[in-house]
């Protein structure tokens, strides 16, 4: 039977090669011989303009994308196919992608951060470490930086913070223990408080214009001193205040004109005792 099959297939090949095909891509008439014919679909394009789309294909590292150009056809060309169509150079590329394609697709194996290096590596099994056998480098496969011992938790950057907050408020369970195992726990809850308390800062204090301090408005009027540097303020249009009269400029004319308290938590009989010469008449969080 198994003979009969081959048989059969090179009685095929012999009739493709003598038979003349019209290709898919350009429309002319070629021999069988100067064509390729894509398997199980049977589409048939001429290898000149098949040599055309492998090239461009695996020079742009698209190596899984040689399918057959039929639309929405999901034959795969042949590694025998592709190797009688491109140059030498060029076919080992394309097994290397196919290598590489096959590696990342394992669990057990990852690369090497290093980039002029990138060979691929087994991780260990019982640790998040792993060396590579071409570089040599010891690294961690959770940050990829140098290996830093497996009790030590990866270094979190201060430009990641935020993405890492993010991660955080989105993750569900076991993404928050993967986070915990990668950077600590005590240093994510860490990095989460920090960034809480910034966000709550931005929405409830201004800057000093002097310092830049953030100023928090406790109860009293909008005539506000920053703990930091002493510069007077006014919390409404955050401009400094003149020290020797800074209720200017909430009296008639004045940029801020009768706002004293807009916005405030007033007080009536905070409000009676009110002295415009004192500077205990608020305060002030930092």
């Not at 009969?4 to 090669?17: A, G, M, P, V």
């Not at 894509?38 to 001429?46: A, E, G, S």
């Not at 408080?193 to 830049?212: M, T, V």
Request: glycine share 4%.
């Amino acid at each position: 039977i198994d003979k009969l099959c081959i048989f059969d297939h090179e009685k095929k090949l012999s009739e493709f090669s003598r038979t003349p095909h019209k290709c898919d891509v350009c429309f002319e008439e070629y021999k069988g011989s100067q064509c390729m014919q894509f398997l199980p679909c049977d589409h048939v394009f001429c290898k000149i303009c098949m040599k055309g789309y492998f090239e461009v294909l695996i020079n742009s590292g698209d190596v899984n994308q040689l399918l057959c150009p039929k639309d929405k056809c999901e034959s795969i060309a042949l590694p025998t196919q592709v190797k009688e169509l491109v140059e030498i150079g060029l076919y080992e590329r394309y097994e290397r992608f196919l290598l590489q394609r096959t590696l990342d697709q394992m669990s057990d194996v990852v690369r090497c951060p290093r980039k002029f290096c990138l060979n691929s590596v087994l991780k260990d099994t019982d640790s998040n470490m792993a060396q590579c056998n071409s570089c040599h480098f010891i690294f961690c496969i959770l940050c990829e930086k140098t290996w830093h011992g497996e009790h030590t938790p990866c270094e979190i950057k201060s430009e990641k913070f935020l993405e890492l907050y993010k991660a955080y408020q989105s993750s569900s369970d076991s993404e928050r223990q993967a986070l915990y195992k990668k950077y600590g726990k005590a240093q994510v809850v860490n990095v989460v408080a920090e960034i809480e308390s910034a966000e709550y800062l931005k929405s409830n204090s201004k800057p000093c214009p002097n310092c830049g301090a953030a100023v928090q408005l406790g109860m009293g009027c909008n005539k506000i001193v920053c703990s930091v540097c002493s510069n007077y303020m006014c919390y409404l249009c955050g401009k400094s205040l003149n020290k020797s009269d800074p209720y200017a400029h909430f009296r008639p004319g004045g940029p801020c004109e009768n706002k004293l308290y807009e916005g405030t938590v007033e007080n009536d009989a905070w409000v009676d005792d009110f002295d415009e010469d004192s500077d205990d008449d608020f305060i002030i969080f930092v």
